[in-house]
């Protein structure tokens, strides 16, 4: 079946270091990827997406590319701040559903900037 | 202020209780979901609907139940036969491109 798997957490960085998130997947066809980030007690919010093979998605200065051959959608950021300190979620459309919208997490990976 | 709205933020449920969670959205969108988080994991699918009056069990459907009487609203409510109900509880909206978008969430704890 679909799965996402990410890399362990926590990651904890300096402020203005480089940031990379690993995410691979498994699935069928050709599924849209995302990431979503959630803050302490609160709800998730979209970061990024990208729907197609070599689509680059980004916000915020994060980035990520989808890797059909290597089945992975790695997050990058350049040069992280405190305030990037967050639970990061990478997530799949589900082709194998009729139900367009349902989305297969990874774990979450979370990441913590000292300053 | 438009967007998902979630209620209560926090709620307490004695043990053999039902609880319903609110979930409201004024964005016109006909898919709605419901997904569960529980700590250190991701989220898993509860339940989802399409449409009013039609919805579908997810991954993890045993002990609650749902109803979508109107476009706007797709109430969650956790049964007692939900054995370990104790988690976050996450409705979204499904918008076109299989984007979906999360209210704040609501916390439930079994006391």
């Known amino acids: 079946g679909n799965s996402v798997t990410q890399m362990e957490g926590p990651v904890t960085l300096s402020e203005e270091a480089f940031l990379t998130i690993n995410c691979t997947y498994t699935a069928t066809g050709y599924p849209s990827l995302f990431w979503y980030v959630q803050y302490p007690g609160e709800g998730l919010q979209l970061l990024l997406k990208?729907?197609?093979?070599?689509d680059k998605g980004s916000n915020k200065g994060f980035e990520a590319t989808y890797r059909k051959e290597t089945t992975s959608f790695h997050l990058e950021k350049g040069s992280v701040q405190v305030s990037d300190s967050a639970v990061y979620f990478c997530a799949l459309s589900d082709l194998s559903s009729s139900n367009t919208g349902k989305l297969i997490f990874g774990q979450g990976t979370t990441l913590q900037v000292k300053p | 202020d438009g967007g998902i709205t979630q209620s209560p933020k926090y709620l307490f449920r004695k043990e053999g209780q039902n609880v319903t969670l609110s979930c409201e959205q004024n964005?016109?969108?006909?898919?709605m979901y419901w997904y569960r988080q529980d700590p250190g994991q991701g989220l898993r699918l509860i339940y989802y609907s399409q449409i009013v009056n039609d919805f579908q069990k997810g991954d993890i459907a045993e002990g609650y139940s749902v109803s979508r009487e109107k476009k706007e609203s797709f109430p969650l409510t956790v049964t007692s036969a939900q054995k370990n109900p104790t988690a976050f509880y996450l409705c979204?909206?499904?918008?076109?491109?299989?984007?979906?978008?999360f209210g704040e969430g609501s916390w439930l704890t079994v006391v």
């Open positions: 990208a729907t197609k093979a070599d």
């Open positions: 964005l016109n969108h006909d898919a």
């Open positions: 979204a909206i499904g918008t076109g491109g299989n984007t979906i978008y």
